[in-house]
C-alpha cells in the first residue's frame, strides 16, 4: 500500500486515526505496530515474519550489549554479530540475484555452466529498515541511546508505517524518547495534515505528471531522440524523483506528527545547491546523516589524513549508490558523486574555483542532471547513449516520427514542470519555514488559515486526480 | 482563538478523509452515473493463500478505487481539470480524447489512424476484397442483396478542427486503408456506399456538420442521409419498394442526444456547454413503400446510428445486427446476446434476408464483417453443394 492510493487515504489511515485517536494512551504504540505489520503484511505479506523474527534478535541483541557485565570485547562481538545478520539480510534479498548474475556472466565467458539460482523476491523497505535496526544496535553500543524498553516499542520503531518503505532513515537516538512519551496536540496534527497534503500534492500532481514525460522520452529508442527531447527526459526525471521522494517524506513527517511524533527533515531545496557537497546536506538528508554517522565518521571521516578522507569520501559513496540498487547503474552514480565531491574538496583546500552563485548552481543542477540519467536508465550503455544524445555526441538514427515531439509533453504537464522548477530554485519566504518547524502558534491567524486552506485544496485536487488512473473507460465495449 | 482555527481546518481534514467511505457505505450524496464502459470489478474473497500471494490487495485496491464513494465527483473534478489545462483526457486504457478547435473532440484511435499510412499488403487487400465479392455473389444467386457501407472516420472528414500538435506535416502523402480499398471494391463488382467521398462532396456543398462537436460517430443528420441511400439501393436491386425516408431539412439546438455526444459525455465532467453547442437533428419525411425489408447488419459502432434512424422511423420489418459479429441485437424482440458461433446456422441466417448489410468504418479496414466472410461463404458453399 502506498500513501498515494485510495486505499490509503479513505480505509487505512481514516481508520487507524479513529482507532488510535479513540484508544488510550498506554494503548497507542499498540495500535500504531498493529497498524505497521497490516500497512507492511499488505505489501509484502510473506517478509512481515523477517521483518518481526530480525527485530527480536535486535531487541535481545541491544540488551545484551547493554549489559554492564560485559567486557568491551563481547560487546564489540555482540554488535558484530547484530550487524553481520542485519547486513546479511540485506545483502541476501537485495544482491544475491545480482552477484549471482555477475558470476554467471564470468562463468558464461569461460564457458562454463550457469549457477542455477531461484531469483530472491525483495522486501519492500528492506533497505530502510535495515539502517533503523543497524542505528539502534550502534546507538545502544555507544551509549547515545538506552536499549528499547520493550520488544514492542522495539519493533513499532522499526516498523512503523509513515516512514517503513521509504524513509526518512531514523536514528533511534532520534526517536527513542518519542517512542515512549510523545506530545499530542491539535497543532500537531494541524502541522502534519498541512505536511501531509503538500507532500501527497508533490508525489501525485508533480511527479506523476512528469513522471509520464519521462517515462515517455526514456522509452524511446535512444538513437531517434533529437537533443531537446534528451534534455526534456532528463530535466522531467530529475523533478519527477525530487518531488517523488520529497513527497513521500513529507507524507511520512507529516503522518508523523499526526501521531504524535518528529521525524528529522530529509529534503531542503537540494536543487539550490552549488556543489555537491552542498547538495548531499540537502538531499535524503537522513540518509547523509546515517551515512556520516555509522561509516564515514567510523571509518576514519578526515581525521586521518587527505588520501584516507578521500578514500573513505569513495566507499562512501559507492556504497551509498549500490544502497540505491543492485545494479551497475547504481554503482556509477555512487561513484559520479564521489568523483564530484572529491573535486569539491580538492577546490574548497586550494580556495581557487569559486563560481558565481548562481552560475555554481546551474552548473551542480546540469551536472546533477546528467547523474539522474545513470539512475534511470535501464543499464549503463542505455545511460551512455542517452547522455551521448544530450550533447550530440552520436549521430542521430531513425528519427521519430513527425510530430512525435510535440505531443511528448501536454500544457498540463508543461505547468507542473514549470511549477516544479519554481518551487525548486526560487528562495523559499522564511514564514513558509513553519512548514518544516510545524511551530504555527507563531503564527498570524491569515496564514494558518490560508494553510490550511491550501493544504486542503490541494488534498481535494490530488486525490481526484488519483481516481482517474483507476478509471480507463471505453466509448462502448466491443464485445 | 487559533486554537479554533486548528480544530476548524483538522475537522475538515477529517470530514473530507471520511465522506467518501461514509458515502460508500450510506450512499448519503446524490452521484450522477459516469458515461463510459467500464470492466466489471468483483469484490475480493479473503483467504489465506490469496493474502500471502498478495492476490487479495491487489484485486481489493482495484475494487475499492472503482467503488469508493464520491468517485465520480472524483473524476469529474479531475477530468476537468485535465481537459481544460491540456485539452486530452489522461492517459490510460480507454478512450483517449482530444479537444480539437472550435470544442471539437476527436477520439485519439481514430487521428492515429488518420496520421499513419494504411500498412496492410496489398494481397491480403485483394483476399478481403475477393471474400467480400465471392459472399455477395454467393447472396445474390439466392436473390439476397449484399450492401457495404463504407463509415468514415471524423478525423478524415474534419481533419481541419484536429489540434495541430496532433497532426503530422507528412501525412498527406501517406496513403490510408480506404485510399487503397476504393479502386479494389470498384474491380471487383462491391456494391457500396461510399460515405468517405459522400461527406467530403456534401460537406463541399455546403451541407451543415455531419458528425457533432461531441460525438466520434456520424450524427444523425449525417446518418439519416445514409439510410436514405441504403433503403433506395436495397429497394432497387431486390425490386421492391420498400419504406423509406427523406431528409428534408434539419434543426440546431444545444440538446445532444444519444451517440450525438458519446466523446463528450466520455470526459466526464462538469461542464460540456461549450461542446454540446449546434447539434444538428434530421427533420424526416417518410416514403411509403409496398413493405418493409427483412434486414441483418454486420457492423461496428457507426452501425447503431443507422439502426436507431432505421428504428425510430419504423423501417424494418425485423432486423438483427450482429456487433463485431459478437453480440447480437435484435428488433423488434429488442434482445442483446452473445452469438454463439458453433450454433450459428449461418445459411438461414442470410438467406432469409432481403438484404445483408455491411458497414465498416474506414479505421478496421479491411476487416469487412468482422469475421463473417470466410464461414458465410463456407456456410452457403457447402449447403449449395448438398442441394445439387
Redesign the interface.
Known amino acids: 500500500?502506498v500513501f498515494s492510493?485510495?486505499?490509503f487515504?479513505?480505509?487505512f489511515?481514516?481508520g487507524v486515526?479513529a482507532i488510535y485517536g479513540m484508544a488510550p494512551v498506554r494503548w497507542r504504540n499498540l495500535v500504531l505496530f498493529v497498524a505497521s505489520c497490516l500497512f507492511y503484511?499488505?505489501?509484502a505479506?510473506?517478509f512481515l515474519f523477517v521483518l518481526l523474527v530480525s527485530s527480536a534478535v535486535d531487541y535481545m541483541l541491544g540488551h545484551r550489549i547493554n549489559a554492564q557485565c560485559r567486557s568491551a570485547s563481547n560487546k564489540r562481538k555482540l554488535l558484530a554479530l547484530g550487524i553481520v545478520l542485519n547486513v546479511g539480510l540485506l545483502l541476501y534479498f537485495k544482491y544475491a540475484n545480482f552477484f549471482v548474475e555477475q558470476v554467471n556472466s564470468s562463468l558464461a565467458i569461460m564457458g562454463s555452466a550457469p549457477i542455477k539460482w531461484t531469483s530472491v523476491v525483495l522486501p519492500i523497505g528492506i533497505s530502510f529498515f535495515t539502517f533503523q535496526k543497524i542505528s539502534y544496535l550502534i546507538d545502544v553500543y555507544r551509549g547515545t541511546a538506552s536499549p528499547a524498553p520493550s520488544y514492542l516499542s522495539y519493533a513499532l520503531y522499526v516498523a512503523m508505517f509513515p516512514q517503513l518503505i521509504a524513509g526518512p532513515i531514523i536514528r533511534y537516538h532520534d526517536v527513542a524518547r518519542q517512542l515512549v512519551s510523545r506530545i499530542h496536540s491539535?497543532?500537531k496534527?494541524?502541522s502534519g495534515?498541512c505536511r501531509f497534503?503538500l507532500g501527497l500534492g508533490k508525489k501525485v500532481l508533480i511527479a506523476n505528471s512528469l513522471g509520464?514525460v519521462a517515462d515517455t522520452i526514456f522509452a524511446l529508442p535512444h538513437s531517434g531522440i533529437p537533443i531537446e527531447v534528451a534534455w526534456l527526459g532528463a530535466l522531467c526525471y530529475s523533478f519527477q524523483i525530487y518531488y517523488d521522494f520529497s513527497g513521500y517524506s513529507d507524507m511520512a513527517i507529516g503522518l508523523g506528527r499526526m501521531f504524535g511524533f518528529e521525524f528529522l527533515e530529509n529534503f531542503n531545496q537540494p536543487y539550490r545547491a552549488k556543489n555537491f557537497t552542498e547538495f548531499w546536506q540537502r538531499w535524503h538528508i537522513s540518509l547523509s546523516n546515517w551515512m556520516r554517522e555509522y561509516l564515514y565518521i567510523p571509518l576514519g571521516g578526515n581525521q586521518k589524513g587527505a588520501i584516507r578522507m578521500f578514500v573513505n569520501l569513495w566507499i562512501v559513496f559507492l556504497l551509498s549508490g549500490f544502497w540505491h540498487g543492485a545494479s551497475w547503474n547504481f554503482i556509477a552514480w555512487g561513484a559520479f558523486h564521489g568523483f564530484f565531491l572529491t573535486l569539491d574538496k580538492i577546490s574548497s583546500h586550494w580556495k581557487r574555483m569559486t563560481l558565481p552563485p548562481p552560475l555554481a548552481m546551474s552548473v551542480t543542477f546540469i551536472l546533477l542532471m546528467l547523474s539522474w540519467v545513470l539512475f534511470r536508465s535501464e543499464n549503463l550503455s542505455d545511460a551512455w547513449y542517452f547522455i551521448q544524445r544530450m550533447f550530440m555526441l552520436s549521430s542521430l538514427g531513425t528519427a521519430l516520427?513527425?510530430?512525435a515531439a510535440?505531443?511528448i509533453i501536454?500544457?498540463?504537464?508543461l505547468?507542473m514542470l514549470l511549477a516544479g522548477i519554481c518551487f525548486s530554485f526560487m528562495p523559499i519566504p522564511s514564514s513558509w519555514a513553519v512548514l518544516t518547524t510545524g511551530q504555527?502558534?507563531t503564527q498570524s491567524?491569515a496564514n494558518?488559515?490560508g494553510m490550511?486552506?491550501t493544504?486542503?485544496v490541494v488534498?481535494?485536487?490530488a486525490?481526484?486526480?488519483?481516481?482517474?488512473?483507476?478509471?480507463?473507460?471505453?466509448?462502448?465495449?466491443?464485445? | 482563538m487559533k486554537v479554533n482555527y486548528y480544530h476548524l481546518l483538522v475537522a475538515l481534514f477529517f470530514i473530507l478523509l471520511f465522506l467518501p467511505l461514509v458515502d460508500q457505505v450510506t450512499g448519503l450524496l446524490p452521484e450522477k452515473e459516469l458515461a463510459g464502459v467500464e470492466a466489471e470489478v468483483q469484490k475480493p474473497k479473503l483467504i489465506v493463500t490469496g493474502w500471502f500471494e498478495k492476490d487479495f490487495q491487489q484485486q481489493f485496491e482495484t475494487w475499492f478505487s472503482a467503488h469508493v464513494g464520491l468517485r465520480s465527483w472524483m473524476i469529474r473534478t479531475a477530468n476537468q481539470i485535465n481537459f481544460t489545462l491540456s485539452g486530452e483526457t489522461p492517459s490510460g486504457s480507454g478512450t483517449k480524447v482530444y479537444l480539437g478547435k472550435d470544442n471539437y473532440l476527436f477520439e485519439k484511435a481514430y487521428v492515429t489512424a488518420y496520421n499513419e499510412p494504411g500498412q496492410k499488403e496489398q494481397n491480403l487487400l485483394r483476399d478481403f476484397t475477393w471474400r467480400l465479392f465471392r459472399l455477395q455473389e454467393l447472396l445474390e444467386e439466392h436473390g439476397v442483396v449484399l450492401l457495404l457501407v463504407l463509415a468514415p472516420s471524423k478525423a478524415e472528414i474534419y481533419s481541419e478542427y484536429l489540434p495541430e500538435h496532433v497532426k503530422t506535416p507528412a501525412r498527406d502523402q501517406r496513403l490510408s486503408h480506404y485510399q487503397r480499398m476504393a479502386p479494389l471494391l470498384d474491380e471487383f463488382g462491391i456494391h457500396y456506399i461510399d460515405v468517405h467521398k459522400l461527406f467530403l462532396q456534401w460537406k463541399e456543398q455546403g451541407a451543415p456538420p455531419l458528425f457533432s462537436r461531441g460525438g466520434t460517430h456520424w450524427n444523425y443528420y449525417g446518418a439519416g442521409r445514409i439510410v436514405q441511400l441504403m433503403l433506395a439501393d436495397i429497394s432497387e436491386r431486390v425490386g421492391k419498394k420498400f419504406d423509406n425516408i427523406e431528409v428534408t431539412s434539419y434543426t440546431t439546438d444545444a440538446k445532444p442526444f444519444g451517440t450525438d455526444n458519446d466523446l463528450g459525455g466520455l470526459l466526464n465532467q462538469w461542464s460540456t456547454n461549450k461542446i454540446n453547442q449546434g447539434q444538428i437533428h434530421p427533420v424526416f419525411q417518410r416514403l411509403p413503400g409496398e413493405k418493409r425489408p427483412n434486414l441483418l447488419m454486420i457492423g461496428d459502432s457507426f452501425a447503431f446510428t443507422l439502426m436507431y434512424v432505421l428504428e425510430t422511423q419504423n423501417l424494418f420489418e425485423r432486423c438483427d445486427l450482429m456487433y463485431y459479429f459478437k453480440r447480437r441485437f435484435s428488433w423488434p424482440a429488442g434482445t442483446d446476446n452473445p452469438i454463439d458461433h458453433s450454433k450459428l446456422d449461418l445459411r438461414q441466417e442470410l438467406l432469409s434476408r432481403d438484404a445483408v448489410i455491411i458497414e465498416i468504418n474506414e479505421y478496421w479496414l479491411p476487416e469487412y464483417g468482422f469475421g463473417l466472410l470466410r464461414p458465410a461463404i463456407l456456410a452457403l458453399q457447402a449447403s449449395d453443394r448438398k442441394n445439387k
Open positions: 500500500m492510493s485510495q486505499t487515504i479513505f480505509l489511515l481514516p486515526l503484511s499488505w505489501g505479506p510473506k491539535m497543532e496534527m494541524y495534515i497534503c509520464e516520427p513527425e510530430g510535440g505531443t501536454n500544457a498540463l504537464q505547468t504555527w502558534r491567524n494558518i488559515i490550511g486552506a493544504s486542503l488534498l481535494v485536487v486525490v481526484s486526480m488519483l481516481s482517474t488512473s483507476t478509471f480507463n473507460p471505453f466509448i462502448y465495449f466491443r464485445f
